[in-house]
Protein backbone atom coordinates (compact mmCIF):
# COMPACT_ATOMS: atom_id res chain seq x y z
CA UNK A 1 0.00 0.00 0.00
CA UNK A 2 1.54 3.43 -1.17
CA UNK A 3 0.48 6.25 0.99
CA UNK A 4 -0.80 9.41 -0.05
CA UNK A 5 1.80 11.66 0.43
CA UNK A 6 5.42 12.22 1.76
CA UNK A 7 5.46 12.92 5.12
CA UNK A 8 7.43 11.54 7.72
CA UNK A 9 6.47 10.15 10.56
CA UNK A 10 5.47 12.13 13.37
CA UNK A 11 3.69 14.35 10.74
CA UNK A 12 2.00 11.23 9.60
CA UNK A 13 1.21 10.46 13.62
CA UNK A 14 0.34 13.94 13.98
CA UNK A 15 -2.12 14.14 11.49
CA UNK A 16 -3.87 10.88 12.41
CA UNK A 17 -3.87 12.13 16.48
CA UNK A 18 -5.72 15.23 15.75
CA UNK A 19 -8.13 13.44 13.26
CA UNK A 20 -8.78 11.04 16.09
CA UNK A 21 -9.39 13.49 18.36
CA UNK A 22 -11.67 15.55 16.22
CA UNK A 23 -13.83 12.55 15.37
CA UNK A 24 -14.31 11.56 18.49
CA UNK A 25 -16.27 14.54 19.71
CA UNK A 26 -18.06 15.13 16.36
CA UNK A 27 -19.08 11.28 16.58
CA UNK A 28 -20.68 11.76 19.80
CA UNK A 29 -22.51 15.21 18.43
CA UNK A 30 -23.84 13.34 15.36
CA UNK A 31 -25.31 10.10 17.10
CA UNK A 32 -26.37 12.29 20.01
CA UNK A 33 -28.32 14.84 18.05
CA UNK A 34 -29.11 12.97 15.29
CA UNK A 35 -30.54 9.68 17.59
CA UNK A 36 -30.84 10.54 21.11
CA UNK A 37 -32.66 14.40 20.55
CA UNK A 38 -34.31 13.73 17.17
CA UNK A 39 -34.46 10.52 16.75
CA UNK A 40 -36.04 9.67 19.89
CA UNK A 41 -38.44 12.57 20.01
CA UNK A 42 -39.80 12.11 16.81
CA UNK A 43 -40.76 8.10 17.89
CA UNK A 44 -42.57 9.72 21.12
CA UNK A 45 -43.96 11.96 19.07
CA UNK A 46 -42.17 15.36 20.18
CA UNK A 47 -40.38 17.21 18.18
CA UNK A 48 -36.99 17.25 20.45
CA UNK A 49 -35.23 20.79 20.77
CA UNK A 50 -36.19 23.51 17.64
CA UNK A 51 -34.63 26.43 18.69
CA UNK A 52 -31.13 26.60 19.62
CA UNK A 53 -29.17 27.50 16.32
CA UNK A 54 -32.09 28.46 14.39
CA UNK A 55 -32.66 25.59 12.74
CA UNK A 56 -34.45 22.38 14.32
CA UNK A 57 -32.50 22.72 17.37
CA UNK A 58 -28.86 21.63 15.44
CA UNK A 59 -26.46 23.38 18.40
CA UNK A 60 -28.08 22.28 21.59
CA UNK A 61 -25.52 19.98 21.98
CA UNK A 62 -22.77 21.95 21.85
CA UNK A 63 -24.16 24.47 23.54
CA UNK A 64 -24.59 21.72 26.19
CA UNK A 65 -21.16 20.91 26.21
CA UNK A 66 -20.42 24.64 26.59
CA UNK A 67 -22.38 24.54 29.74
CA UNK A 68 -20.71 21.27 30.89
CA UNK A 69 -17.27 23.22 30.44
CA UNK A 70 -18.42 25.85 32.56
CA UNK A 71 -19.68 23.80 35.83
CA UNK A 72 -17.72 23.66 38.92
CA UNK A 73 -15.82 20.35 38.97
CA UNK A 74 -17.39 18.92 41.97
CA UNK A 75 -15.25 15.98 43.71
CA UNK A 76 -16.95 14.41 46.66
CA UNK A 77 -14.77 14.99 49.75
CA UNK A 78 -14.60 10.95 50.53
CA UNK A 79 -13.76 9.97 47.52
CA UNK A 80 -10.44 8.91 46.21
CA UNK A 81 -9.60 12.09 44.34
CA UNK A 82 -6.96 10.75 41.83
CA UNK A 83 -8.77 7.40 41.30
CA UNK A 84 -11.96 9.84 41.02
CA UNK A 85 -10.18 12.39 38.26
CA UNK A 86 -8.54 9.50 36.11
CA UNK A 87 -11.73 6.79 35.61
CA UNK A 88 -13.67 9.05 33.05
CA UNK A 89 -9.93 9.63 30.48
CA UNK A 90 -9.50 5.82 31.10
CA UNK A 91 -13.22 5.47 29.21
CA UNK A 92 -12.25 7.91 27.25
CA UNK A 93 -8.91 6.60 26.11
CA UNK A 94 -10.42 2.64 25.34
CA UNK A 95 -12.58 4.79 22.79
CA UNK A 96 -9.56 6.72 21.24
CA UNK A 97 -7.94 3.13 21.32
CA UNK A 98 -11.00 1.51 19.12
CA UNK A 99 -10.36 4.36 16.23
CA UNK A 100 -6.76 3.43 15.77
CA UNK A 101 -7.54 0.48 13.38
CA UNK A 102 -11.15 1.06 11.73
CA UNK A 103 -10.02 1.87 8.31
CA UNK A 104 -12.19 4.51 6.27
CA UNK A 105 -10.51 4.21 2.87
CA UNK A 106 -7.87 2.32 1.60
CA UNK A 107 -4.74 3.93 2.90
CA UNK A 108 -7.78 6.24 6.02
CA UNK A 109 -6.41 3.69 8.88
CA UNK A 110 -4.20 4.57 11.64
CA UNK A 111 -2.75 1.82 12.14
CA UNK A 112 -3.29 -1.57 9.78
CA UNK A 113 -2.55 -3.74 12.75
CA UNK A 114 -2.41 -7.71 11.61
CA UNK A 115 -4.50 -8.30 14.61
CA UNK A 116 -6.72 -5.47 14.33
CA UNK A 117 -10.26 -6.90 15.23
CA UNK A 118 -8.51 -8.80 18.07
CA UNK A 119 -7.14 -5.36 19.18
CA UNK A 120 -10.50 -3.70 18.96
CA UNK A 121 -12.50 -5.95 21.30
CA UNK A 122 -9.29 -5.90 23.48
CA UNK A 123 -9.16 -2.07 23.72
CA UNK A 124 -13.20 -2.19 24.29
CA UNK A 125 -12.83 -3.87 27.52
CA UNK A 126 -10.18 -1.53 29.07
CA UNK A 127 -13.58 0.53 29.79
CA UNK A 128 -14.55 -1.43 32.31
CA UNK A 129 -11.24 -0.82 34.41
CA UNK A 130 -12.26 3.21 33.93
CA UNK A 131 -15.96 2.17 35.24
CA UNK A 132 -14.77 -0.25 38.31
CA UNK A 133 -12.54 2.96 39.11
CA UNK A 134 -14.98 5.45 38.85
CA UNK A 135 -17.71 3.56 40.72
CA UNK A 136 -15.20 2.82 43.40
CA UNK A 137 -13.31 6.29 44.14
CA UNK A 138 -16.75 7.85 44.30
CA UNK A 139 -17.99 6.10 47.85
CA UNK A 140 -21.06 5.96 46.53
CA UNK A 141 -23.29 2.72 47.24
CA UNK A 142 -24.87 3.66 44.07
CA UNK A 143 -21.81 4.43 41.86
CA UNK A 144 -20.04 1.16 43.74
CA UNK A 145 -23.23 -1.21 42.56
CA UNK A 146 -23.27 0.82 39.24
CA UNK A 147 -19.61 0.16 38.64
CA UNK A 148 -20.13 -3.80 39.80
CA UNK A 149 -23.12 -4.49 37.81
CA UNK A 150 -21.81 -2.35 34.62
CA UNK A 151 -18.53 -4.76 35.15
CA UNK A 152 -20.15 -8.26 35.36
CA UNK A 153 -22.26 -7.02 32.22
CA UNK A 154 -19.36 -5.57 30.25
CA UNK A 155 -17.70 -9.31 30.76
CA UNK A 156 -20.61 -11.26 30.06
CA UNK A 157 -21.45 -9.61 26.49
CA UNK A 158 -17.34 -9.43 26.13
CA UNK A 159 -17.73 -13.30 25.60
CA UNK A 160 -20.61 -12.85 22.49
CA UNK A 161 -19.03 -10.00 21.26
CA UNK A 162 -15.57 -11.95 20.23
CA UNK A 163 -17.04 -15.48 19.54
CA UNK A 164 -19.19 -13.38 16.93
CA UNK A 165 -16.34 -11.67 15.72
CA UNK A 166 -14.86 -15.01 15.01
CA UNK A 167 -17.07 -16.21 12.59
CA UNK A 168 -16.06 -13.08 10.61
CA UNK A 169 -12.45 -13.96 10.90
CA UNK A 170 -13.00 -17.53 9.78
CA UNK A 171 -15.11 -16.84 6.56
CA UNK A 172 -12.06 -13.81 6.05
CA UNK A 173 -9.34 -15.70 6.79
CA UNK A 174 -7.86 -12.63 8.47
CA UNK A 175 -7.75 -10.37 11.53
CA UNK A 176 -6.97 -7.17 9.88
CA UNK A 177 -9.84 -4.81 9.53
CA UNK A 178 -8.07 -3.86 6.12
CA UNK A 179 -8.06 -7.51 5.03
CA UNK A 180 -11.88 -8.35 6.00
CA UNK A 181 -12.75 -5.29 3.74
CA UNK A 182 -10.59 -6.82 1.39
CA UNK A 183 -12.13 -10.07 1.67
CA UNK A 184 -15.69 -8.73 1.71
CA UNK A 185 -15.11 -6.53 -1.88
CA UNK A 186 -13.63 -9.71 -3.72
CA UNK A 187 -15.86 -12.38 -2.08
CA UNK A 188 -18.53 -13.86 -4.47
CA UNK A 189 -21.73 -15.37 -3.75
CA UNK A 190 -22.45 -18.90 -5.74
CA UNK A 191 -20.34 -17.27 -8.18
CA UNK A 192 -21.54 -14.16 -8.65
CA UNK A 193 -19.15 -11.44 -7.86
CA UNK A 194 -21.05 -8.22 -8.79
CA UNK A 195 -21.49 -6.82 -4.91
CA UNK A 196 -18.36 -8.67 -3.84
CA UNK A 197 -19.84 -10.65 -0.62
CA UNK A 198 -20.47 -8.39 2.38
CA UNK A 199 -20.22 -10.62 5.41
CA UNK A 200 -23.80 -10.04 6.47
CA UNK A 201 -25.67 -12.60 4.36
CA UNK A 202 -23.56 -15.63 5.35
CA UNK A 203 -22.80 -14.01 9.19
CA UNK A 204 -26.61 -12.62 9.54
CA UNK A 205 -26.56 -14.60 12.46
CA UNK A 206 -23.47 -13.22 13.71
CA UNK A 207 -24.86 -9.70 12.91
CA UNK A 208 -27.20 -10.14 15.56
CA UNK A 209 -25.51 -11.43 18.24
CA UNK A 210 -22.67 -8.88 18.02
CA UNK A 211 -25.08 -5.70 17.56
CA UNK A 212 -26.79 -7.27 20.91
CA UNK A 213 -24.07 -7.21 22.63
CA UNK A 214 -22.43 -4.14 21.86
CA UNK A 215 -26.32 -2.99 22.72
CA UNK A 216 -24.80 -3.80 26.18
CA UNK A 217 -21.40 -2.99 26.06
CA UNK A 218 -22.41 0.33 25.40
CA UNK A 219 -25.25 0.09 28.24
CA UNK A 220 -27.89 1.27 26.38
CA UNK A 221 -31.50 0.50 26.93
CA UNK A 222 -32.86 -2.52 26.87
CA UNK A 223 -29.18 -3.67 28.92
CA UNK A 224 -28.67 -0.29 30.90
CA UNK A 225 -28.68 -1.97 34.26
CA UNK A 226 -25.51 -0.20 35.31
CA UNK A 227 -27.29 3.52 35.34
CA UNK A 228 -30.98 2.55 35.98
CA UNK A 229 -32.05 5.53 36.91
CA UNK A 230 -34.62 4.56 38.92
CA UNK A 231 -32.47 2.00 41.16
CA UNK A 232 -29.02 3.82 41.34
CA UNK A 233 -29.58 7.22 40.19
CA UNK A 234 -26.77 7.09 37.52
CA UNK A 235 -24.72 4.15 38.64
CA UNK A 236 -21.27 4.60 38.36
CA UNK A 237 -21.99 8.30 36.82
CA UNK A 238 -23.91 9.69 40.06
CA UNK A 239 -20.92 11.51 41.44
CA UNK A 240 -19.36 12.93 38.40
CA UNK A 241 -20.96 16.36 36.61
CA UNK A 242 -19.04 19.01 35.09
CA UNK A 243 -16.28 18.24 32.16
CA UNK A 244 -16.23 14.73 33.64
CA UNK A 245 -19.26 13.59 33.07
CA UNK A 246 -19.05 15.42 29.23
CA UNK A 247 -16.20 13.08 28.89
CA UNK A 248 -18.26 9.62 29.95
CA UNK A 249 -20.94 11.20 27.79
CA UNK A 250 -18.36 11.44 24.92
CA UNK A 251 -16.94 8.27 25.55
CA UNK A 252 -20.73 6.73 25.26
CA UNK A 253 -20.92 7.89 22.51
CA UNK A 254 -17.96 7.87 20.95
CA UNK A 255 -17.97 4.08 21.61
CA UNK A 256 -21.11 3.73 19.65
CA UNK A 257 -19.91 5.59 16.94
CA UNK A 258 -16.86 3.53 16.83
CA UNK A 259 -18.71 -0.26 17.06
CA UNK A 260 -20.76 0.77 14.81
CA UNK A 261 -17.95 1.28 12.09
CA UNK A 262 -16.69 -2.03 13.17
CA UNK A 263 -20.06 -3.44 12.81
CA UNK A 264 -20.23 -1.83 9.23
CA UNK A 265 -16.69 -2.83 8.49
CA UNK A 266 -16.92 -7.00 9.68
CA UNK A 267 -20.60 -7.23 8.25
CA UNK A 268 -21.50 -4.68 5.17
CA UNK A 269 -18.37 -4.21 3.59
CA UNK A 270 -17.00 -1.16 5.11
CA UNK A 271 -15.33 1.78 3.29
CA UNK A 272 -15.42 -0.36 -0.15
CA UNK A 273 -17.66 0.40 -3.21
CA UNK A 274 -17.21 -1.06 -6.62
CA UNK A 275 -16.71 2.14 -8.54
CA UNK A 276 -13.27 2.82 -7.00
CA UNK A 277 -11.60 0.21 -5.55
CA UNK A 278 -8.34 1.61 -4.79
CA UNK A 279 -6.25 5.51 -5.04
CA UNK A 280 -7.26 8.91 -4.74
CA UNK A 281 -10.93 8.34 -5.22
CA UNK A 282 -11.44 5.65 -3.06
CA UNK A 283 -9.97 7.73 -0.48
CA UNK A 284 -12.55 10.35 -1.00
CA UNK A 285 -15.74 8.19 -0.77
CA UNK A 286 -14.15 5.98 1.59
CA UNK A 287 -15.17 7.51 4.70
CA UNK A 288 -18.61 8.70 3.26
CA UNK A 289 -19.89 5.55 2.51
CA UNK A 290 -18.39 3.70 6.15
CA UNK A 291 -20.34 7.07 7.53
CA UNK A 292 -23.52 5.85 5.82
CA UNK A 293 -23.12 2.76 6.82
CA UNK A 294 -22.51 3.69 10.48
CA UNK A 295 -25.26 5.93 10.57
CA UNK A 296 -27.19 2.79 9.46
CA UNK A 297 -26.12 0.30 12.02
CA UNK A 298 -25.98 3.41 14.80
CA UNK A 299 -29.55 3.99 13.35
CA UNK A 300 -30.42 0.09 14.07
CA UNK A 301 -28.72 0.55 18.00
CA UNK A 302 -30.53 3.16 18.87
CA UNK A 303 -34.01 2.21 17.08
CA UNK A 304 -33.56 -0.68 20.12
CA UNK A 305 -32.57 1.53 22.61
CA UNK A 306 -35.69 3.87 22.29
CA UNK A 307 -38.15 0.65 21.97
CA UNK A 308 -37.66 -1.34 24.21
CA UNK A 309 -37.76 -1.57 28.39
CA UNK A 310 -34.97 -2.88 30.56
CA UNK A 311 -33.70 -6.31 31.19
CA UNK A 312 -33.83 -7.05 34.84
CA UNK A 313 -30.09 -8.16 36.43
CA UNK A 314 -30.94 -11.90 36.16
CA UNK A 315 -32.28 -11.82 32.78
CA UNK A 316 -29.60 -9.71 31.54
CA UNK A 317 -27.02 -12.22 32.30
CA UNK A 318 -29.61 -15.37 31.35
CA UNK A 319 -30.18 -13.71 27.61
CA UNK A 320 -25.66 -13.51 27.42
CA UNK A 321 -25.02 -17.17 29.02
CA UNK A 322 -27.74 -18.90 27.84
CA UNK A 323 -28.70 -17.64 24.35
CA UNK A 324 -26.30 -15.50 22.82
CA UNK A 325 -22.79 -17.25 23.66
CA UNK A 326 -24.06 -20.73 22.74
CA UNK A 327 -25.50 -19.00 19.73
CA UNK A 328 -22.47 -17.86 18.68
CA UNK A 329 -20.64 -21.20 19.37
CA UNK A 330 -22.98 -22.96 17.04
CA UNK A 331 -22.18 -19.99 14.56
CA UNK A 332 -18.48 -20.40 14.27
CA UNK A 333 -18.78 -24.29 14.05
CA UNK A 334 -21.30 -23.72 11.40
CA UNK A 335 -19.01 -20.86 9.78
CA UNK A 336 -16.02 -23.61 10.64
CA UNK A 337 -17.98 -26.75 8.63
CA UNK A 338 -19.11 -24.63 5.30
CA UNK A 339 -15.62 -22.96 5.67
CA UNK A 340 -13.57 -26.05 5.03
CA UNK A 341 -16.78 -27.90 3.03
CA UNK A 342 -16.02 -24.81 0.37
CA UNK B 1 -39.40 -17.61 22.20
CA UNK B 2 -43.10 -16.76 22.36
CA UNK B 3 -42.54 -12.95 23.49
CA UNK B 4 -40.44 -12.26 20.07
CA UNK B 5 -43.19 -11.34 17.83
CA UNK B 6 -43.92 -9.01 20.13
CA UNK B 7 -40.95 -7.24 20.12
CA UNK B 8 -41.00 -6.34 16.53
CA UNK B 9 -44.11 -5.43 17.26
CA UNK B 10 -42.45 -2.84 19.51
CA UNK B 11 -39.91 -1.89 16.93
CA UNK B 12 -42.75 -1.12 14.41
CA UNK B 13 -45.07 1.03 16.76
CA UNK B 14 -41.70 2.97 17.32
CA UNK B 15 -41.05 3.62 13.54
CA UNK B 16 -44.44 3.95 12.67
CA UNK B 17 -44.59 6.92 15.08
CA UNK B 18 -40.79 8.00 13.88
CA UNK B 19 -42.94 8.92 10.84
CA UNK B 20 -45.90 10.15 11.60
CA UNK B 21 -46.10 14.12 12.39
CA UNK B 22 -45.80 14.90 16.33
CA UNK B 23 -48.07 16.16 18.14
CA UNK B 24 -45.90 19.02 19.98
CA UNK B 25 -46.94 22.62 18.92
CA UNK B 26 -44.25 25.25 18.66
CA UNK B 27 -46.34 27.82 21.39
CA UNK B 28 -44.64 30.96 20.64
CA UNK B 29 -44.67 30.59 17.00
CA UNK B 30 -48.07 28.78 16.37
CA UNK B 31 -51.24 28.49 18.95
CA UNK B 32 -52.90 25.78 19.82
CA UNK B 33 -56.74 26.31 19.36
CA UNK B 34 -58.12 24.72 22.77
CA UNK B 35 -61.82 23.00 22.70
CA UNK B 36 -64.53 25.56 23.04
CA UNK B 37 -65.57 24.68 26.26
CA UNK B 38 -61.61 24.58 28.04
CA UNK B 39 -61.36 25.97 31.47
CA UNK B 40 -58.94 28.80 30.73
CA UNK B 41 -60.18 31.85 32.21
CA UNK B 42 -63.25 32.79 34.38
CA UNK B 43 -64.65 35.58 33.74
CA UNK B 44 -67.45 37.72 35.30
CA UNK B 45 -70.45 39.08 33.86
CA UNK B 46 -70.71 42.10 36.47
CA UNK B 47 -74.42 43.13 36.12
CA UNK B 48 -75.76 39.18 37.39
CA UNK B 49 -73.65 39.44 40.25
CA UNK B 50 -75.55 40.11 43.59
CA UNK B 51 -72.67 39.72 45.86
CA UNK B 52 -74.27 36.63 47.38
CA UNK B 53 -70.55 35.82 48.45
CA UNK B 54 -71.46 31.67 47.54
CA UNK B 55 -68.74 31.73 45.17
CA UNK B 56 -66.18 32.84 47.67
CA UNK B 57 -67.19 30.34 50.34
CA UNK B 58 -67.18 27.40 48.10
CA UNK B 59 -63.93 27.89 46.60
CA UNK B 60 -61.54 25.25 47.38
CA UNK B 61 -58.13 27.94 47.23
CA UNK B 62 -60.08 30.77 48.88
CA UNK B 63 -59.09 32.38 45.52
CA UNK B 64 -62.24 35.05 45.23
CA UNK B 65 -62.09 38.30 47.06
CA UNK B 66 -65.45 40.17 47.46
CA UNK B 67 -66.71 43.31 48.85
CA UNK B 68 -70.15 44.75 48.64
CA UNK B 69 -72.01 47.24 50.01
CA UNK B 70 -75.87 47.49 50.39
CA UNK B 71 -78.02 50.39 48.49
CA UNK B 72 -81.25 51.42 48.57
CA UNK B 73 -82.77 51.82 45.68
CA UNK B 74 -86.63 53.18 44.90
CA UNK B 75 -89.14 50.77 45.70
CA UNK B 76 -91.01 49.05 42.78
CA UNK B 77 -94.49 50.41 43.27
CA UNK B 78 -95.75 53.87 44.98
CA UNK B 79 -95.75 54.49 48.06
CA UNK B 80 -93.77 51.13 48.90
CA UNK B 81 -90.73 50.56 51.40
CA UNK B 82 -87.01 51.30 49.56
CA UNK B 83 -85.58 47.99 48.16
CA UNK B 84 -82.20 46.67 49.76
CA UNK B 85 -79.90 45.73 46.60
CA UNK B 86 -75.92 44.34 47.14
CA UNK B 87 -74.30 46.35 45.31
CA UNK B 88 -70.52 45.28 44.25
CA UNK B 89 -67.62 47.28 45.46
CA UNK B 90 -64.84 44.40 44.71
CA UNK B 91 -64.70 41.29 43.10
CA UNK B 92 -60.76 39.67 42.88
CA UNK B 93 -59.75 36.33 41.46
CA UNK B 94 -56.40 35.41 42.00
CA UNK B 95 -55.23 33.25 39.39
CA UNK B 96 -51.96 32.41 41.10
CA UNK B 97 -54.06 30.12 43.74
CA UNK B 98 -56.96 29.32 41.65
CA UNK B 99 -56.33 25.59 40.99
CA UNK B 100 -59.30 25.76 37.96
CA UNK B 101 -61.65 23.35 39.64
CA UNK B 102 -64.79 25.26 38.81
CA UNK B 103 -66.58 25.41 41.49
CA UNK B 104 -67.70 29.04 41.28
CA UNK B 105 -69.32 28.63 38.07
CA UNK B 106 -71.31 25.78 38.57
CA UNK B 107 -72.24 27.57 42.32
CA UNK B 108 -73.34 30.65 40.96
CA UNK B 109 -77.00 31.06 40.84
CA UNK B 110 -77.32 34.02 39.28
CA UNK B 111 -75.00 32.95 36.07
CA UNK B 112 -72.37 35.64 36.86
CA UNK B 113 -69.34 33.29 36.21
CA UNK B 114 -68.14 31.58 32.86
CA UNK B 115 -65.32 29.73 31.46
CA UNK B 116 -63.22 31.01 28.54
CA UNK B 117 -61.24 29.21 26.70
CA UNK B 118 -58.45 32.11 26.78
CA UNK B 119 -55.12 31.26 28.32
CA UNK B 120 -52.32 33.54 27.87
CA UNK B 121 -52.48 35.84 30.74
CA UNK B 122 -49.61 35.05 32.25
CA UNK B 123 -47.21 37.64 34.08
CA UNK B 124 -43.86 38.53 34.92
CA UNK B 125 -44.76 39.12 38.84
CA UNK B 126 -47.01 36.49 40.62
CA UNK B 127 -48.80 39.98 42.35
CA UNK B 128 -50.65 40.58 38.65
CA UNK B 129 -52.31 37.27 38.53
CA UNK B 130 -54.79 38.83 40.70
CA UNK B 131 -57.68 39.91 38.44
CA UNK B 132 -59.53 42.36 39.37
CA UNK B 133 -63.85 42.88 38.12
CA UNK B 134 -62.93 44.86 35.18
CA UNK B 135 -60.06 42.59 33.99
CA UNK B 136 -62.59 39.67 34.96
CA UNK B 137 -65.15 41.60 32.88
CA UNK B 138 -63.11 41.63 29.98
CA UNK B 139 -62.85 38.53 29.51
CA UNK B 140 -66.96 37.90 28.75
CA UNK B 141 -65.62 38.68 25.36
CA UNK B 142 -64.22 35.52 25.05
CA UNK B 143 -66.63 33.47 26.74
CA UNK B 144 -68.16 31.58 24.19
CA UNK B 145 -71.99 31.30 22.99
CA UNK B 146 -73.86 28.55 25.58
CA UNK B 147 -74.46 25.67 23.66
CA UNK B 148 -78.27 25.76 21.84
CA UNK B 149 -81.00 23.92 24.41
CA UNK B 150 -81.97 20.71 23.33
CA UNK B 151 -85.40 20.38 21.56
CA UNK B 152 -88.61 21.02 23.71
CA UNK B 153 -86.79 22.66 26.25
CA UNK B 154 -88.27 25.81 25.95
CA UNK B 155 -91.71 24.33 26.22
CA UNK B 156 -91.98 23.94 29.94
CA UNK B 157 -91.60 27.92 30.55
CA UNK B 158 -95.01 29.58 30.52
Redesign the interface.
Known amino acids: MTPLLSLTFWQLTTIKTIVVLSVIPAAAVVLGYVFLLK?M???????GP?DPGGFHGWFQLVGDGIKFIQKEDIIPADADRRVFAMAPVIVLASTFLLYVVVPAGPDLVVQDLDVGIFFALAVSSLSVIGVLMAGWASANKYSLLGSLRAAGQLIAYELPLVLAVVGVVIQAGTMSLQGIVKAQATGEIFGIGLIGNPFIFTQALGLFIFLAAAQAELTQTPFDMPVAESELVAGYMTEYSGFRFLIFFMAEFGTAFALSAIAATLYLGGWYQPFFPDGLMANIAGPLVLGAKIMLVAFLIF??R???PRFREDQLQTFAWKYLIPLSLVNIVATGILKVAF | MAQLPGLFKGLGVTFKTMLQPTVTIQYPHEKEAPPTRARGVIALKEENCTACMLCARECPDWCIYIEGHKEKRPPRREGGKPRTVNALDRFDIDYALCMYCGICVEVCPFDALFWSPDYEYSEARIADLLHDKSRLGEWMTTVPEPPALESGALKKKK
Not at chain 1, 41 to 47: F, G, I, T, V, W
Open positions: MAHMQSRLMWVFTF
